[in-house]
């Protein structure tokens, strides 16, 4: 699976948008990018994953730069909850039948 | 529909002594996986299964065994427990790797 680096930590106002970024430049054409999150000492919990459109859910944007080297996670108006770590993951079609492999994430800390 | 459950949550071991951790989902789930996480660590992946009957190693499986037997158990068994296996420890499972893996809530593992 491909190497992301990501931010160890950024700021956000409460109601704000929050972006966080994510470089995979060796992501191969297969390689899906997986976003999930982990709020203290709760289990991680799935946001969304996409190839090379960008994609929406209820929870959060993504969106994956044309030459897929870079991406970036869009929660829209963020509240006091969302503070948490976010981990960005490349992994193969197969959606990370071997697992995953987490980096040390991005802390999101969201201010009143 | 109780998703990914982990029993116990929290568990005190001397060391030498062996344990089995449990997870079980609901989910008709093919892959399933454990993670440990030390303090301020992003998770690393201790074993992996793509189906009953099927079981692999990840990045840290020394000490530790698996089995899955059935679709919805997978247990970790640790052999002789030693001081740096103190850890929580997470399960996941996912359908097909592409809707994301869905968590437990986590077996804090302490030995002395």
């Known amino acids: 699976d491909a190497k992301t680096t990501q931010p160890t930590s950024m700021d956000c106002a409460e109601g704000r948008a929050a972006n966080l970024p994510c470089n995979h430049s060796t992501i191969s054409g297969n390689e899906y990018v997986y976003w999930y999150r982990q709020i203290h000492s709760q289990g991680p919990q799935y946001i969304i994953h996409g190839l090379k459109n960008n994609e929406t859910n209820e929870m959060a944007s993504l969106i994956i730069t044309e030459d897929r080297k870079s991406s970036t996670l869009i929660l829209p108006h963020a509240t006091l909850r969302d503070t948490a770590v976010y981990y960005c993951?490349?992994?193969?079609?197969?959606?990370?039948?071997?697992?995953?492999?987490f980096g040390k994430g991005t802390h999101l800390i969201i201010q009143p | 529909n109780a998703g990914v459950t982990q029993t116990p949550k929290f568990q005190v071991l001397k060391t030498g002594q062996s344990m089995t951790l449990q997870c079980a989902q609901d989910m008709n789930h093919e892959y399933m996986s454990w993670y440990r996480q030390d303090p301020g660590m992003g998770l690393r992946l201790i074993h992996y299964s793509v189906g009953a009957g099927i079981t692999d190693q990840g990045e840290v499986p020394n000490g530790y065994n698996v089995s899955r037997s059935t679709t919805e158990d997978f247990p970790l068994r640790l052999l002789s427990a030693a001081p740096s296996q103190t850890s929580v420890y997470f399960c996941a499972s996912s359908y097909s790797g592409l809707r994301g893996y869905t968590f437990g809530s986590g077996t804090r593992l302490t030995v002395v």
């Open positions: 993951i490349v992994t193969y079609s197969g959606g990370g039948a071997d697992g995953l492999t």
